[in-house]
């Protein structure tokens, strides 16, 4: 069956509306729909004739972009069974977004120290702890619903049942009134995070990003080919200033925002400034991605509910984890959004793994149930160990600056001179892998900051200051004399 063009290419007007000549724009716009895997190999295109009809535009006019797609091998061309897309065509794109995506992947540091591992040396690359003290007792005691659920067929796409109302439960008592039906149980926040780029996103559009950032949704914009635009951070999170004006004049296709121990300076928004994010992305129908990975790890003030606490029923998803507060291997993550929007992400996620594992999720259920205990057992941690980091960088690296934020896993440092990508290369070669803040940054900015991470045992975040103070003393001579100019997050 001939596949109308226009589904795939936009509308006429929008064509005529570009620059050159008309058959290149159409031969063109075939081309990207074939890259981004909106036309698949074997689609028919329409006849000559009867697409000049429908554009409004001369047979000439489509001949010459037929023949253009024919000679870029995109299309062939055959009498009697008409215009089609090609299998090589289709598998060069797709060849193409996998090297972009091993690319994305080699370029940030976080993601190779995960995959290559770190040879050895002190890792402040990841935050992450080890499991909870709890972990062995409650395992022992979900072994009697794991073999009652391993009777069943175990394919839950949504989410362990059990799970989904745990976490909707959990959402409530946080501020968010929350049915089962607008839970989404996914592998960890980071495929939450993936999961809505790439079902929402185009290649191409527009997604505002807070600057700096979490590294994985730089990556996960990356990995679909979004535009990314910078949202400064400051003291009180991202600017709404700045939100506001991108929201008018960028029309961002997915907004996101970290605002509660934001990843990596540590700061967070106001419950006030929380309100007027729910009332923009309202007005402006933008979906709005508010992670919320961190909040249970507070050692100070308990912060403001999420987002979504304002405007409920907005396309707002609260992207929530297990893995920071009970053990990184758990990853068992979850969305909270309107059903409508749950419902499309849930079965967009079915086509790519059928729903998460059974075991992880009971696990995690049984966790949940003992959440104020871990709650308190993290924040004793997380209380010693920044008073700890603050120390040593107090002791050997005074030069420097940084705040000790109300919780979270990070520290976001400035040096007084010098590249931080430079000092990680040294910093390597001293034995300890450090973030650069650039890695943290959509437009390749503040390199002169580096994130610390407190998620190791006293002794190794000991040693690995130690470390990155040997590698800045040798670092420094050269850093003085780079004259980079600072950025200042205020």
């Known amino acids: 069956m001939a596949q109308n063009l226009l589904e795939l290419v936009g509308s006429p007007e929008a064509l005529a509306a570009g620059d050159g000549p008309l058959y290149q724009r159409l031969a063109a716009a075939v081309t990207a729909a074939v890259e981004e895997g909106r036309a698949l190999p074997g689609m028919v295109l329409p006849p000559e004739r009867a697409l000049a009809e429908q554009m409004g535009v001369s047979r000439s006019t489509v001949v010459a972009a037929y023949d253009r797609l024919r000679d870029a091998g995109v299309v062939e061309r055959r009498q009697g069974s008409g215009t089609r897309i090609t299998a090589r065509a289709a598998q060069r794109a797709s060849n193409a977004r996998e090297e972009e995506l091993v690319e994305v992947m080699h370029r940030n540091v976080l993601f190779r120290g995960v995959i290559e591992g770190t040879e050895g040396r002190i890792d402040f690359l990841a935050a992450h702890h080890g499991a909870t003290e709890r972990f062995p007792a409650v395992m022992a005691a979900a072994n009697e619903e794991l073999a009652s659920a391993a009777l069943q067929h175990g394919y839950f796409p949504g989410g362990y049942p059990p799970l989904r109302r745990a976490i909707a439960e959990y959402l409530t008592a946080k501020g968010v009134p929350t049915a089962p039906g607008e839970v989404l149980v996914t592998n960890g926040a980071q495929q939450a995070i993936s999961l809505a780029m790439a079902f929402l996103v185009q290649r191409g559009d527009a997604v505002a990003i807070e600057n700096p950032s979490y590294p994985g949704v730089i990556d996960a914009a990356a990995?679909?080919?979004?535009?990314?635009?910078?949202?400064?951070?400051?003291?009180?999170?991202?600017?709404?200033?700045?939100?506001?004006?991108?929201?008018?004049?960028?029309?961002?296709?997915?907004?996101?925002?970290?605002?509660?121990?934001?990843?990596?300076t540590g700061c967070?928004?106001?419950?006030?400034?929380?309100?007027?994010?729910?009332?923009?992305?309202?007005?402006?129908?933008?979906?709005?991605?508010?992670?919320?990975?961190?909040?249970?790890?507070?050692?100070?003030?308990?912060?403001?509910?999420?987002?979504?606490?304002?405007?409920?029923?907005?396309?707002?998803?609260?992207?929530?984890?297990?893995?920071?507060?009970?053990?990184?291997?758990?990853?068992?993550?979850?969305?909270?959004?309107?059903?409508?929007?749950?419902?499309?992400?849930?079965?967009?996620?079915?086509?790519?793994?059928?729903?998460?594992?059974?075991?992880?999720?009971?696990?995690?259920?049984?966790?949940?149930?003992?959440?104020?205990?871990?709650?308190?057992?993290?924040?004793?941690?997380?209380?010693?160990?920044?008073?700890?980091?603050?120390?040593?960088?107090?002791?050997?690296?005074?030069?420097?600056?940084?705040?000790?934020?109300?919780?979270?896993?990070?520290?976001?440092?400035?040096?007084?001179?010098?590249?931080?990508?430079?000092?990680?290369?040294?910093?390597?070669?001293?034995?300890?892998?450090?973030?650069?803040?650039?890695?943290?940054?959509?437009?390749?900015?503040?390199?002169?900051?580096?994130?610390?991470?407190?998620?190791?045992?006293?002794?190794?975040?000991?040693?690995?200051?130690?470390?990155?103070?040997?590698?800045?003393?040798?670092?420094?001579?050269?850093?003085?004399?780079?004259?980079?100019?600072?950025?200042?997050?205020?």
């Open 223 to 264: 990995g679909v080919g979004a535009q990314m635009v910078p949202i400064p951070v400051g003291a009180d999170g991202a600017r709404l200033g700045a939100l506001a004006d991108i929201l008018a004049t960028r029309s961002p296709r997915v907004v996101y925002l970290n605002p509660t121990f934001q990843n990596p």
């Open 268 to 490: 967070v928004m106001p419950d006030a400034a929380r309100a007027e994010v729910a009332r923009l992305v309202s007005r402006h129908q933008t979906v709005l991605i508010d992670d919320c990975a961190v909040v249970d790890l507070r050692t100070g003030a308990e912060p403001p509910p999420p987002i979504a606490s304002h405007a409920p029923d907005a396309p707002i998803l609260t992207v929530g984890s297990m893995s920071k507060l009970f053990w990184g291997g758990l990853r068992v993550g979850w969305v909270r959004a309107p059903a409508p929007l749950r419902a499309r992400l849930t079965g967009f996620k079915a086509m790519l793994d059928l729903g998460s594992s059974v075991p992880s999720q009971v696990l995690a259920t049984h966790l949940l149930a003992d959440i104020d205990a871990i709650r308190e057992e993290r924040r004793a941690e997380a209380v010693a160990k920044f008073r700890l980091l603050d120390s040593l960088m107090s002791e050997l690296l005074p030069s420097w600056s940084w705040s000790i934020p109300g919780g979270g896993l990070w520290v976001w440092a400035r040096m007084p001179a010098g590249s931080a990508r430079d000092l990680a290369a040294e910093a390597q070669r001293a034995g300890v892998a450090i973030l650069p803040g650039p890695t943290s940054s959509c437009d390749l900015s503040f390199n002169n900051h580096i994130r610390l991470t407190i998620a190791r045992t006293p002794e190794v975040l000991t040693e690995g200051i130690r470390r990155l103070a040997s590698a800045w003393e040798r670092y420094l001579p050269r850093a003085e004399g780079t004259g980079d100019a600072l950025e200042v997050i205020v």
